[in-house]
C-alpha cells in the first residue's frame, strides 16, 4: 500500500469514525492543542478532560500562564502527576510571552527547543495548529506502525525509533495533515489498541502485516524489564496539639520539586530523635502505618507513613516555619499543591 493510499484510507475512516468531539478539539490553537498534547503524555484521555477543562477556565490564554505564579500552575496539575510537565508548560509560556510574542515558532527546531516539548508534540503542534506535514509518534502511532509494518523490537530502543519515524514521515500527507495526525492518533486510540484490536474494523487491515500473519499480539515489543532501584523513607504525618498538619515545600530540583509533602526521614533512623534534631519537635503517640509503594521514572519509592503527634516545639524554630502548620480547610482554601500519594495520605489523616 501507497504512503498516500495508507493516509487515504484514514482519512475516509476518520470522517465517520473518528473522535470530533473532545473538548481540545473545539475551536483548536496552537495554546490549546499544546496544553492537550502535553496533558496526554503518559495519561489516559478520560483522566485528562476534567484536568483540561480546569487547567483552560483557569488559564485560557498563554498570557494567563505566563504571568501565573508557578504554585498555582502546580496546583491546577496536582494528580496528574509527573510533575516536571507542568513546570515545563509554565517555563515554556514565559519563554514565547517574552521572545516570541505569545506565539509558537513555526519551525520544528525552534518548538522542539522549548522546555519539555519533545519531537512528537511539536510535530502534533505543527501539524494540528499550523497545518504543516509534520509526522508524530506517541505511543498510539507507534502502535500502529509497528503491527502495520511488522516491525519487531521495542520502540524505545535508538534504532527501532528512528525506523518509526521514516515510516511515521513517508505516511504523513502533504494535504489535511490536521486531519491526518487526529485520524491515526485515534486509529490507535479506539481500534488498534494495547489489548483486543478490532483488526476487522480497520480501515488498513488488509495490508497490515502483522493481520496478515496473524501476529498482531506481537507488536510492538515491550519494554525489557528494568528493576528499579528502591528508596526506602519514613514520612512524618505530625500533628500539632490543634489538629494541624506540619507540611514542607520540597525541594527544587528533585521529586515533586515546588510541591507540599511530609518531612522525610531516613528509613532506619528513629522519627523521635530525628524530629527533635531536624525540626526541634518532641513527639508522641507514634503509628507505624503499612508501607506504601510507588514508582518514579527512575527509582521505586517505598514510603512508611509515621503518624504523631507534636506535644512540644522548641522556641528556635525556622522563622517560617510557623505557616507549615494546616488544617484540612487552610490546604484547600490556600490551594496546596500535593502530588497524589500526599493528598492521598492527607485525606485519611483528615477523615
Ligand atoms: Fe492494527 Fe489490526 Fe489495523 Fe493492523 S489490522 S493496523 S493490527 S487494527
Same mark, same amino acid.
Given at each position: 500500500?501507497?504512503?498516500?493510499?495508507?493516509?487515504?484510507?484514514?482519512?475516509?475512516?476518520?470522517?465517520?469514525?473518528?473522535?470530533?468531539?473532545?473538548?481540545?478539539?473545539?475551536?483548536?490553537?496552537?495554546?490549546?492543542?499544546?496544553?492537550?498534547?502535553?496533558?496526554?503524555?503518559?495519561?489516559?484521555?478520560?483522566?485528562?478532560?476534567?484536568?483540561?477543562?480546569?487547567?483552560?477556565?483557569?488559564?485560557?490564554?498563554?498570557?494567563?500562564?505566563?504571568?501565573?505564579? /508557578?504554585?498555582?500552575?502546580?496546583?491546577?496539575?496536582?494528580?496528574? @502527576?509527573?510533575? =516536571?510537565? &507542568?513546570?515545563? %508548560?509554565? $517555563?515554556? *509560556?514565559?519563554?514565547?510571552?517574552?521572545?516570541?510574542?505569545?506565539?509558537?515558532?513555526?519551525?520544528?527546531?525552534?518548538?522542539?527547543?522549548?522546555?519539555?516539548?519533545?519531537?512528537?508534540?511539536?510535530?502534533?503542534?505543527?501539524?494540528?495548529?499550523?497545518?504543516?506535514?509534520?509526522?508524530?509518534?506517541?505511543?498510539?502511532?507507534?502502535?500502529? /506502525?509497528?503491527?502495520?509494518?511488522?516491525?519487531?523490537?521495542?520502540? @524505545?530502543?535508538? =534504532?527501532? &525509533?528512528?525506523? %518509526?519515524? $521514516?515510516? *511515521?514521515?513517508?505516511?504523513?500527507?502533504?494535504?489535511?495533515?490536521?486531519?491526518?495526525?487526529?485520524?491515526?492518533?485515534?486509529?490507535?486510540?479506539?481500534?488498534?489498541?494495547?489489548?483486543?484490536?478490532?483488526?476487522?474494523?480497520?480501515?488498513?487491515?488488509?495490508?497490515?502485516?502483522?493481520?496478515?500473519?496473524?501476529?498482531?499480539?506481537?507488536?510492538?515489543?515491550?519494554?525489557?524489564?528494568?528493576?528499579?532501584?528502591?528508596?526506602?523513607?519514613?514520612?512524618?504525618?505530625? %500533628?500539632? $496539639?490543634?489538629?494541624?498538619?506540619?507540611?514542607?515545600?520540597?525541594?527544587?530540583?528533585?521529586?515533586?520539586?515546588?510541591?507540599?509533602?511530609?518531612?522525610?526521614?531516613?528509613?532506619?533512623?528513629?522519627?523521635?530523635?530525628?524530629?527533635?534534631?531536624?525540626?526541634?519537635?518532641?513527639?508522641?503517640?507514634?503509628?507505624?502505618?503499612?508501607?506504601?509503594?510507588?514508582?518514579?521514572?527512575?527509582?521505586?519509592?517505598?514510603?512508611?507513613?509515621?503518624?504523631?503527634?507534636?506535644?512540644?516545639?522548641?522556641?528556635?524554630?525556622?522563622?517560617?516555619?510557623?505557616?507549615?502548620?494546616?488544617?484540612?480547610?487552610?490546604?484547600?482554601?490556600?490551594?496546596?499543591?500535593?502530588?497524589?500519594?500526599?493528598?492521598?495520605?492527607?485525606?485519611?489523616?483528615?477523615?
Amino acid at each position: 500500500m501507497s504512503p498516500t493510499h495508507f493516509a487515504q484510507r484514514l482519512l475516509t475512516w476518520f470522517e465517520q469514525h473518528g473522535r470530533h468531539d473532545l473538548p481540545w478539539q473545539q475551536n483548536p490553537t496552537a495554546y490549546s492543542i499544546w496544553i492537550s498534547e502535553i496533558m496526554l503524555q503518559q495519561t489516559q484521555v478520560s483522566t485528562v478532560i476534567p484536568y483540561y477543562q480546569a487547567f483552560m477556565q483557569r488559564f485560557p490564554e498563554l498570557a494567563t500562564l505566563a504571568i501565573a505564579p /508557578l504554585a498555582a500552575v502546580l496546583h491546577q496539575w496536582a494528580g496528574l @502527576g509527573y510533575y =516536571a510537565r &507542568a513546570r515545563h %508548560l509554565h $517555563q515554556t *509560556a514565559q519563554i514565547l510571552q517574552q521572545y516570541h510574542s505569545g506565539q509558537f515558532p513555526p519551525t520544528l527546531a525552534a518548538v522542539m527547543a522549548l522546555p519539555g516539548i519533545g519531537r512528537s508534540t511539536a510535530g502534533a503542534i505543527l501539524a494540528l495548529a499550523y497545518h504543516q506535514s509534520q509526522p508524530i509518534l506517541d505511543g498510539n502511532v507507534k502502535r500502529v /506502525l509497528s503491527r502495520f509494518h511488522a516491525i519487531a523490537g521495542w520502540p @524505545g530502543q535508538p =534504532a527501532i &525509533a528512528q525506523q %518509526l519515524w $521514516q515510516l *511515521a514521515t513517508a505516511h504523513t500527507p502533504i494535504q489535511e495533515v490536521a486531519a491526518y495526525t487526529q485520524a491515526i492518533m485515534d486509529l490507535g486510540a479506539t481500534v488498534c489498541t494495547r489489548q483486543q484490536p478490532a483488526c476487522l474494523q480497520c480501515p488498513v487491515q488488509t495490508d497490515c502485516q502483522a493481520w496478515q500473519t496473524q501476529t498482531v499480539g506481537l507488536y510492538p515489543q515491550a519494554q525489557p524489564k528494568v528493576m528499579r532501584p528502591v528508596k526506602p523513607i519514613q514520612l512524618l504525618l505530625l %500533628l500539632d $496539639q490543634a489538629g494541624r498538619l506540619y507540611l514542607q515545600p520540597r525541594p527544587t530540583p528533585g521529586i515533586w520539586a515546588g510541591l507540599w509533602s511530609f518531612p522525610e526521614c531516613p528509613a532506619a533512623a528513629d522519627p523521635i530523635t530525628w524530629c527533635q534534631q531536624q525540626l526541634h519537635f518532641t513527639l508522641t503517640n507514634l503509628q507505624h502505618w503499612p508501607l506504601i509503594k510507588h514508582n518514579l521514572t527512575h527509582f521505586q519509592l517505598q514510603f512508611t507513613p509515621v503518624l504523631a503527634t507534636v506535644t512540644a516545639i522548641a522556641s528556635d524554630p525556622a522563622p517560617d516555619r510557623q505557616q507549615h502548620w494546616f488544617s484540612a480547610e487552610d490546604i484547600v482554601q490556600q490551594q496546596l499543591a500535593l502530588a497524589k500519594p500526599i493528598q492521598d495520605l492527607v485525606t485519611r489523616v483528615f477523615s
